[in-house]
């Protein structure tokens, strides 16, 4: 009798994973009773210790990008509910958007279309151009002396500590959007994470990424080993999706001309919103938000990924996130766990729904509905000028029939983007010097810009090549290089 027991016990806090952190662990779950695994999880708490920190960063800046800074006020709120401090919070956004003339509520940040404010009371951290990758891998290395500017705020952590970092922004393969020049390459994100390993400042790290392309920044890049689990709005050839965007399914009130979240990012912060965090797990969250985030289709949605160390992924979310009391009796079931499917806009269409909302409400010869009109005009031909001249570098650098195959090709899964970083960083650099910025929609086209390297091109090749597809870098905002190269 008593061994019967004992041999139960032992076998639930195995699978459980409470005693053995096996690696091999993937799908199936064990749906044990309530009591039964509210028991484990309370013995789970306890191991938990140490403190949790988070990173918090929205990578845009622009009334239209509305949605990354209202998901980083909602993650923010959720942490605190959560039961993490301020202090231990680092919060990078640009801060543009709660003033902006444009938004229909001064003051205030919405994250879902009956949402309310999620602006209130979270903390200036890093705001306008603090906002950059020196200072975000400063604050994750939890190196003060080389931050400049902000609060000085970092993640000054210990080795029984859980570190939780959301990124949500533009994105393309390799590289993830700042409000500021140079953007971030998942090279250098990496080199960050290991050396956060190497000092021993942590126990385990959860990332959660939302970006176009997201899935290349870890993919064939993030070893196992390192106590890191991440996740991605998309594999690393796909865009991702805002939603609560106007005209779609729900959309926002009807006096924001503008998309309010992003699917991947609403969906898990919606499921933590509701649960008791105790009883669900980073795995069972992965599930739902994957669900959630293919949105019915693939037309309209992405496919979640999972990168590094898969096996924290039994670990419950509480151990990073904390868990709001009064969430204390809603304990995850996945029946009531997904939401319906959402309609949604492209990441890099985003921007195009809210010139065009603009342009399409403002009055007839009004200054509102001309200056719309411009602004939609700029972003559509500053896409056109940098897809024109990508293309036309690659006939020039490979042949008219070969060109475009070589731009468009994809590496097979598990390999990264590029062999050599450094190259990629000069071409786009060789790139901007002639053509103008890659702006926010060039990131896309970092694809071909890696596949240039990949095929063994010279930069002077390529400087040469650039400077006959781009006679003159056009006038717009998006083209400018006066802010600084974009690696
Ligand atoms: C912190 O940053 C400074 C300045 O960039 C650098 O010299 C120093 O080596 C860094 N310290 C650590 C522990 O990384
Ligand atoms: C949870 O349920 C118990 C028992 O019904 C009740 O006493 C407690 O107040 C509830 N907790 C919350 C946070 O609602």
């Known amino acids: 009798m008593t061994n019967l027991v004992t041999g139960v016990i032992l076998l639930l806090l195995s699978i459980s994973g409470t005693v053995f952190a096996g690696r091999d662990f993937i799908g199936d779950f064990l749906r044990l009773p309530l009591d039964a695994s509210r028991f484990l999880h309370r013995s789970d708490d306890d191991e938990v210790g140490g403190t949790k920190w988070a990173v918090l960063i929205a990578g845009s800046n622009g009334y239209w990008n509305y949605r990354h800074q209202a998901d980083v006020c909602h993650a923010y709120q959720l942490l605190r509910s959560g039961g993490l401090k301020e202090e231990n919070i680092v919060v990078f956004m640009y801060d543009d958007i709660a003033f902006d003339v444009e938004n229909p509520r001064p003051g205030v940040i919405i994250n879902h279309p009956q949402g309310s404010d999620v602006y209130k009371g979270v903390p200036k951290d890093y705001t306008g151009t603090d906002v950059n990758v020196n200072n975000f891998f400063a604050a994750i290395l939890g190196n003060k002396s080389a931050i400049t500017g902000g609060s000085g705020k970092v993640v000054n952590s210990g080795p029984n500590d859980h570190i ?4 949500t922004d533009h994105g ?3 590289i993830l959007g700042m409000p500021t020049y140079p953007y971030l390459y998942a090279d250098d994100l990496i080199d960050v994470l290991k050396k956060k390993h190497a000092l021993g400042s942590y126990k385990k790290l959860v990332f959660y990424l939302e970006a176009c392309e997201s899935g290349s920044i870890f993919e064939g890049l993030l070893p196992e080993g390192l106590n890191i689990y991440a996740t991605t709005a ?3 050839e796909e865009s991702s999706w805002g939603t609560y965007c106007p005209g779609e399914y729900p959309s ?6 503008t998309c309010l979240g992003d699917l991947y990012s609403v969906a898990w912060m919606e499921d933590s919103d509701i649960h008791n965090l105790r009883t669900e ?5 992965y599930e739902v938000v994957k669900k959630r985030t293919i949105s019915g289709d693939s037309f309209y949605g992405s496919h979640v990924m999972q990168y590094g160390d898969i096996g924290l992924s039994k670990d419950s979310l509480f151990a990073y996130l904390g868990t709001n009391p009064a969430n204390d009796n809603f304990t995850f079931v996945d029946e009531n766990s997904l939401q319906p499917p959402a309609k949604a806009v492209n990441q890099r269409d985003a921007d195009l729904v809210h010139f065009w909302y603009k342009y399409s409400k403002a009055p007839e ?3 509102r509905k001309v200056q719309a009109q411009k602004e939609f005009v700029e972003a559509m031909s500053h896409r056109m000028h940098i897809d024109n001249s990508v293309k036309l570098i690659g006939k020039l650098l490979f042949g008219i029939e070969r060109g475009p195959e070589v731009l468009s090709s994809i590496r097979a899964a598990g390999q990264p983007l590029v062999d050599d970083w450094k190259c990629l960083k000069k071409m786009v650099r060789t790139f901007e010097t002639h053509c103008g910025s890659l702006s926010q929609y060039g990131m896309k086209r970092m694809r071909s810009l890696a596949n240039i390297c990949n095929a063994g091109i010279q930069t002077e090749q390529m400087a040469e090549a650039s400077a006959q597809a781009c006679v003159s870098i056009p006038t717009s905002r998006w083209s400018s290089v006066q802010k600084g190269f974009s690696a």
């Open 172 to 174: 393309g393969p390799g």
């Open 365 to 367: 010869g009004s200054a």
């Open 234 to 236: 998309s594999n690393a």
């Open 164 to 167: 939780f970092i959301y990124y």
């Open 252 to 257: 926002p009130p009807p006096e924001y001309e």
């Open 281 to 285: 797990n980073l795995h069972q969250q």
